[in-house]
Nanobody, 122 residues
Framework: QVQLVESGGGLVQTGGSLRLSCAAS????????VGWYRQTPGKQRELVAA???????RYADSVKGRFTIFVDSGKNTVYLQMNSLKPEDTAVYYC????????????????WGQGTQVTVSS
């Protein structure tokens, strides 16, 4: 199973940008699909963006046009480029991977990493 470590979070002002990284211990494409998720206290974790090795991507409506998920296979890293950030984007962001795109879309994973905190100030 691919091990993933998130990084790149921080404090940014409204309208700013951040790029999150999700580094994989092995070939990211051995899992076929990866996703970025976020969670705020008291709320369920939600899918933000998903990428499948066959080329499909999926975004939450709230981030369409602002966030981009992309993979650098040479670095075994998945990125989430976040632009035009809003205070409601404040959350802990996680990445995860699976063989099935449907699993990534559903977010059904037995374990999660530490995540990376993103805070957007108003």
């Amino acid at each position: 199973q691919v091990q993933l470590v998130e990084s790149g979070g921080g404090l940014v002002q409204t309208g700013g940008s951040l790029r999150l990284s999700c580094a994989a211990s092995g070939s990211i494409f051995s899992s076929n699909a990866v996703g970025w998720y976020r969670q705020t206290p008291g709320k369920q974790r939600e899918l933000v963006a998903a990428f499948a090795s066959f080329g499909s991507t999926r975004y939450a409506d709230s981030v369409k046009g602002r966030f981009t998920i992309f993979v650098d296979s040479g670095k075994n890293t998945v990125y989430l480029q976040m632009n035009s950030l809003k205070p409601e984007d404040t959350a802990v962001y996680y990445c995860n991977a699976a063989r099935l795109f449907s699993t990534v879309l559903a977010g059904r994973f037995a374990s999660w990493g530490q995540g990376t905190q993103v805070t957007v100030s108003s």
